[in-house]
């Protein structure tokens, strides 16, 4: 019996010292993500502000990066989100001439 209750205590430690660091590695990089798409939406909000002139497509683009943000999802979502605003800015830097 105790061999049995030595294999099983040592199969759950092989397994959590193998999932662990991985499961804290996919939250940072999850973290980093959405860290990394707020502020592109953000920086997009500012361009938006300051542009003169609407840019139709830009504002599409920030609404898409704002709505997949509310949804929130994981880090291939948070990547999307922050192409579109980074996108977004683009454009109303180009109609800025900056």
Same mark, same amino acid.
């Given at each position: 019996?105790?061999? +049995?209750?030595?294999? &099983?205590?040592?199969? =759950?430690? =092989?397994?959590?010292?193998?999932? &662990?660091? !991985?499961?804290?590695? $996919?939250?940072?990089?999850?973290?980093? @993500?959405?860290?990394?798409?707020?502020?592109?939406? @953000? &920086?997009?909000? &500012? =361009?938006?502000?300051?542009? !003169?002139?609407?840019?139709? /497509?830009?504002? %599409? +683009?920030?609404? !898409?990066? %704002?709505?997949?943000?509310?949804?929130? =999802?994981?880090? $291939?979502?948070?990547? %999307?989100?922050?192409?579109?605003?980074? $996108?977004?800015?683009? +454009?109303? !830097? %180009?109609? $800025? /001439?900056?």
């Amino acid at each position: 019996m105790f061999w +049995l209750i030595g294999a &099983v205590a040592i199969a =759950g430690a =092989g397994f959590a010292a193998a999932y &662990v660091p !991985r499961a804290r590695a $996919a939250a940072h990089a999850r973290a980093v @993500a959405w860290a990394e798409a707020r502020d592109a939406i @953000a &920086v997009a909000g &500012v =361009g938006r502000d300051a542009a !003169r002139s609407p840019v139709a /497509g830009a504002a %599409e +683009l920030l609404t !898409r990066a %704002e709505a997949i943000a509310a949804g929130r =999802g994981g880090v $291939a979502a948070a990547r %999307e989100a922050a192409r579109c605003a980074r $996108a977004a800015d683009r +454009l109303w !830097r %180009e109609a $800025a /001439g900056a």
